[in-house]
């Protein structure tokens, strides 16, 4: 995703990951997976462009948008998926992500 909003000139980025472990890793990668270290390294070297990432993290249920988006990519055979506008499947779970409503949280 990092890459298409580069090759699209988008300059403030803000990420948002449900993985805690996602986001300690990418803010401080480890030292002796030389595997997982490259492809932090690569991550680290997108964020550290010329423009502003912001990576946070956010709860499972205010990621709703997202899980559906992933799971559109799940039914296709690619392995991604570039939409220019959001698909009407996900058009309610999007106002609500956008007008802020809240979901109580499951355990």
């Known amino acids: 995703g990092?890459?298409?909003?580069w090759a699209k000139e988008h300059k403030l980025?803000?990420?948002e990951t449900d993985s805690k472990g996602?986001?300690?890793l990418i803010e401080n990668p480890p030292l002796r997976h030389p595997s997982l270290s490259r492809t932090l390294r690569a991550?680290?070297?997108?964020i550290q462009?010329?423009?502003?990432?912001k990576v946070k993290h956010q709860l499972r249920e205010?990621?709703?948008?997202?899980?559906?988006?992933?799971?559109?990519?799940?039914?296709?055979e690619e392995t991604s998926l570039v939409l220019e506008h959001p698909p009407m499947d996900i058009s309610f779970?999007?106002?609500?992500?956008?007008?802020g409503t809240m979901f109580p949280r499951s355990l």
Do not use: Q
Not at 62 to 73: E, G, H, M, W
Not at 93 to 99: E, H, I, N, S
């Open 2 to 5: 990092l890459e298409i909003a």
């Open 13 to 15: 980025i803000i990420v």
């Open 22 to 24: 996602a986001l300690e």
């Open 43 to 46: 991550i680290r070297r997108l």
């Open 49 to 53: 462009r010329y423009w502003s990432v």
């Open 62 to 76: 205010a990621n709703k948008v997202v899980d559906r988006l992933a799971n559109l990519v799940l039914d296709t």
């Open 93 to 99: 779970d999007l106002l609500a992500d956008v007008c």
